[in-house]
Each structure stands twice: as structure tokens, then as C-alpha cells.
């Protein structure tokens, strides 16, 4: 039996789908470039700033672009996203997801968003779960991104916790690197092999109380 007092969810690829909105925007701003985007490419993405994601998409494109430029790219691809964001509807939470995250608060564990995306507000209300959140703590409120743990050491001082008795929830390679930086357990949402998580699992559909408390 562990302490836990807190869980720490991720936003993209573990409470909804966003990625293949963010793919069709990068990918619409890419072709609009002259060059193609990957599926592959979108991966490498995962928990990466839209800032740093699109400087590696100019360099995958082989395009050099200016500091002014690149921030007028930035906000057309957010843009062309919040187009498709604006359409969610609360039928796009992943399997288990705010059922876990219901589980947790009947028990008293109390619960905050660690996300670097900066709409994650927006996405919260449309998918109509914010008043499940204790605190949420997005791209907007850090400056390091993940595998800085900024975003989670955050999240545990807004739930007035010590990093150890939080659980980190995340998709992305960065974001279990941010975790335990921070000193906090983190559960790996996707594949075994790829994610050097304390527990790995395929979705929130597979997150139980019990599992929680043996990690
Ligand atoms: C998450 C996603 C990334 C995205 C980042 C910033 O970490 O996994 O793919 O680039 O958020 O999102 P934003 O909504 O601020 O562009
Ligand atoms: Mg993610």
C-alpha cells in the first residue's frame, strides 16, 4: 500500500484522442509549404511544444523560416486545429477516462491536468469534464516543457501534495521522463516496450483503484 494522494493526468492521448486533429493541421500547414507529413512523423510529437514541434517539421521539410514567420505558422496550424477542437463533443473522452478519474475522486484522491498544450482549457469544456479537475495546469502556466517536470511539480503545489504521493498518467516518452524527474510514480498509457513507465497500460478502461494503490 502506497500513499497516493493525487493523480496527475496527462490531456492528449490519455483523457482524448487530439492527435489526429493535430496531425491534419500540421500536416494541411506542411503540404501548404510544398512538403508532406508523416502518420510517423505525428509520433514523434506527442507531448512536444507547438513551438518546438514546429521547428522539427521545418527541418523534416528542409524550410528555413524566420522567428516572425514561424510564429505566423504557429497560429495558422492552431487555427486550422481549433477548427476541428471546436467541433468535440463529450462523446470523444477515451474509453474509462473520466470514469477512472470519478473512481479517484469518490476515494479522495484529488485530481489535476499536467498538459504542455495551451487549449487544454477549451478541450476540458468541450468534452465537459473541467469540474472533475482540482487544478489544471497547462501550457499557458509553464515555461519548460516536458522532460522538465515543471508542469507536474505545479500541479502537486496547486494540490498542496509532495511529488511522491502523486501518480502521472501520460502517453508520450517526454512526459514519463518529466514524471520521474519530478519524483513522482507514473502509469505509461501504450505499449510496454516504449514507455519506461512503473506500470504500463493500454487506456484508462484498464486503470483500477487496486492497481493504483500497488504501484
Ligand atoms: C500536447 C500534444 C502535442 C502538442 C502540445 C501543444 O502535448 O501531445 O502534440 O503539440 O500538446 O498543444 P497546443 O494545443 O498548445 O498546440
Ligand atoms: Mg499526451
Request: glycine fraction near 8%; hydrophobic fraction near 45%; proline fraction near 3%.
Amino acid at each position: 500500500m502506497n500513499n497516493i494522494k493525487a493523480c496527475i493526468f496527462d490531456l492528449d492521448g490519455v483523457i482524448v484522442d487530439t492527435a489526429v486533429y493535430h496531425y491534419k493541421a500540421w500536416k494541411r500547414l506542411a503540404n501548404s509549404l510544398g512538403f508532406d507529413f508523416t502518420e510517423h512523423q505525428n509520433e514523434q510529437l506527442k507531448g512536444v511544444s507547438r513551438v518546438r514541434s514546429l521547428e522539427l517539421i521545418l527541418g523534416w521539410g528542409g524550410v528555413t523560416k524566420t522567428a516572425a514567420e514561424q510564429e505566423i505558422l504557429a497560429t495558422q496550424k492552431n487555427t486550422w486545429y481549433m477548427e476541428m477542437v471546436n467541433q468535440m463533443k463529450p462523446d470523444e473522452i477515451l474509453p474509462g477516462a473520466k470514469e477512472f478519474v470519478e473512481i479517484c475522486r469518490k476515494a479522495g484522491i484529488k485530481i489535476a491536468l499536467g498538459s504542455a498544450s495551451k487549449n487544454s482549457m477549451t478541450i476540458l469544456n468541450k468534452i465537459g469534464i473541467t469540474n472533475l479537475f482540482d487544478a489544471v495546469i497547462d501550457g499557458n502556466k509553464v515555461s519548460k516543457a516536458k522532460p522538465d517536470p515543471e508542469v507536474f511539480l505545479t500541479g502537486a503545489k496547486a494540490l498542496s501534495v509532495e511529488p511522491e504521493e502523486c501518480v502521472v498518467f501520460e502517453d508520450a516518452i517526454a512526459g514519463v521522463e518529466a514524471a520521474k524527474a519530478g519524483g513522482m510514480k507514473v502509469v505509461g498509457i501504450g505499449q510496454p516496450g516504449v514507455l519506461d513507465a512503473d506500470l504500463v497500460i493500454s487506456g484508462l478502461d484498464k486503470m483500477t483503484l487496486d492497481k493504483l494503490f500497488k504501484i
